[in-house]
């Protein structure tokens, strides 16, 4: 049982692409397949699925490298914990790494990117930056 399951998803893609593992397997959730797909979607993992395992279904991320075999994915970091929430209005969505990272933004019209919020005019919950 973990009391922050983003902060245990980022530390898993970390560890897992630091010793260079294929795939990570965790336990699913809305919010952690959400963020699958955004990292999927800006090129930072390779695939996702979720199996249909009872009780508790499984998410298994196919991490991506280049072609000396370094993880695309270098750099993770929680911003919004539990003990303390970071939020930020339309206007002051941060941009990661000058541009090069995302910043992963839970808003009243679900997960995205930091960039997608800003052009829909949104703000709200800074989950992550990812570069």
């Known amino acids: 049982m973990t009391n922050d399951p983003i902060a245990d998803m980022l530390a898993r893609l970390r ?22 797909r955004i990292l999927k979607d800006e090129g930072y993992i390779e695939k996702l699925e979720v199996s249909k395992d009872k009780p508790q279904p499984m998410l298994r991320v196919w991490l991506k490298y280049d072609d000396r075999r370094k993880p695309i994915l270098s750099g993770v970091r929680r911003i919004s914990k539990p003990g303390r929430r970071v939020y930020a209005g339309k206007a002051d ?28 005019g949104l703000g709200g919950e800074i989950l992550c930056y990812v570069w």
């Open 15 to 36: 560890n897992a692409a630091a010793i260079k593992h294929p795939t990570v397997v965790m336990p699913a959730s809305k919010l952690r397949v959400a963020v699958a």
């Open 93 to 120: 969505v941060p941009w990661v790494q000058h541009g090069l990272g995302v910043a992963i933004v839970s808003t009243t019209r679900g997960v995205m990117t930091g960039a997608r919020a800003k052009r829909m």
